[in-house]
């Protein structure tokens, strides 16, 4: 079981910006495949963004070219920057595995975009 914990959300006005972070705590935090998801009220949890362990990204195509997924090995952190922000990018994030496992779902950090 990997436990994370994810921080850095907060409330935005459209346009803005914010960087999620999720730390760790398993050691072998380089070798794991990472990701981004997200939850609206109402909807289901989707994957917004991924990282391989070698550093490849790829992207929900609603936050490509506006969101960034990174990874710092030494510190076993993942981040994410939420750039040019939409009412409709408002959600709790979470992170996880790729593809996720059942526990090690945390309690994500809430996103609030407002217009």
Known sequence: QVQLVESGG???????????????SRTLFSIYDMGWYRQAPGKQRELVATI????????????RGRFTIS???????????LNSLKPEDTAVYYCN??????DSWGQGTQVTVSS
């Open 10 to 24: 907060g409330l935005v006005q459209a346009g803005g910006s914010l960087r999620l972070s999720c730390t760790a």
């Open 52 to 63: 391989t362990k070698d550093g490849r990204t790829n992207y929900a195509d609603s936050v």
């Open 71 to 81: 990874r710092d090995n030494a510190k076993k952190t993942l981040y994410l920057q």
């Open 97 to 102: 595995l790729q593809p996720p496992l059942r």
